[in-house]
């Protein structure tokens, strides 16, 4: 019962931007998307989310189609420390829903 | 700010013996998870707490796993008996109540291998 599309690898150059998209047609009004990722041996960390209008903080830049059914998380300048699985997740945020993780996206950043 | 802990990292251990994970959350947040993670997917919530209540549970296997959050703080899950799918890694997280943020903030996690 996905509700996210990613595909299941990407390679990106050191110092590029890698770009990982992620569909989700289906998304509800009330659903942010939210972005996490998973650095091997570890525990997912979260990212960034957003609604409608793009975002941005010190680890990425989110970008959201204007009809929200697609997003792409930007890493603005990626580094080796950024190769991890990215999981895009759609979340409403009416109290403390629980957060389902698909396969996501391998990134592996290449020196 | 000191992160989620959990204990022991790594656990072998045969079928049908028992097993016990710990987490400590981070200071002040009510709400705490468990999460199981199979090779190659995703992490899949278990339990859920809110404070020492239990949320959502829908997930957890009742015939074999078990979990408390004793005064809202600390938290164990048990396997008893384990089989050979429950190898794993058993991942913490909790989150402050605070809306409509819904970061989580995860735990190291306890690698599990059942023989």
């Known amino acids: 019962d996905a509700k996210t599309t990613q595909p299941p690898s990407m390679d990106c150059a050191e110092g590029r931007a890698a770009n990982l998209p992620c569909n989700h047609s289906?998304?509800?009004?009330?659903?942010?998307v939210y972005w996490y990722r998973q650095i091997h041996s570890q525990g997912p960390q979260y990212i960034i989310h957003?609604?409608?209008n793009n975002e941005t903080n010190e680890m990425a830049s989110l970008i959201i189609t204007e009809d929200r059914k697609s997003s792409t998380l930007i890493l603005p300048h990626a580094t080796l420390r950024d190769t991890a699985v990215y999981y895009c997740?759609?979340?409403?945020?009416?109290?403390?829903?629980?957060?389902?993780f698909g396969t996501g996206t391998r990134l592996t950043i290449i020196p | 700010e000191a992160g989620v802990a959990q204990s022991p990292r790594y656990k072998i251990i045969e079928k049908r013996q028992s097993v016990a994970f710990w987490c400590n959350p981070i200071?002040?947040?009510?709400?705490l998870y468990w999460y199981q993670q199979i090779l190659g997917q995703g992490p899949k919530l278990l339990i859920q707490?809110?404070?020492?209540?239990?949320?959502?549970d829908s997930q957890l296997p009742k015939d074999r796993f078990s979990a408390e959050r004793l005064k809202g703080v600390d938290s164990t899950l048990k396997i008893q008996p384990a089989k050979l799918e429950d190898s794993a890694v058993y991942l913490c997280a909790s989150s402050p109540r605070r809306e409509p943020y819904n970061e989580q903030f995860f735990g190291p996690g306890t690698r599990l291998t059942v023989l």
């Open positions: 289906t998304i509800s009004g009330n659903e942010y």
């Open positions: 997740i759609l979340l409403s945020n009416f109290g403390n829903e629980k957060l389902t």
């Open positions: 200071s002040g947040h009510a709400t």
């Open positions: 707490f809110q404070n020492n209540g239990v949320v959502d």
């Open positions: 957003g609604l409608k």
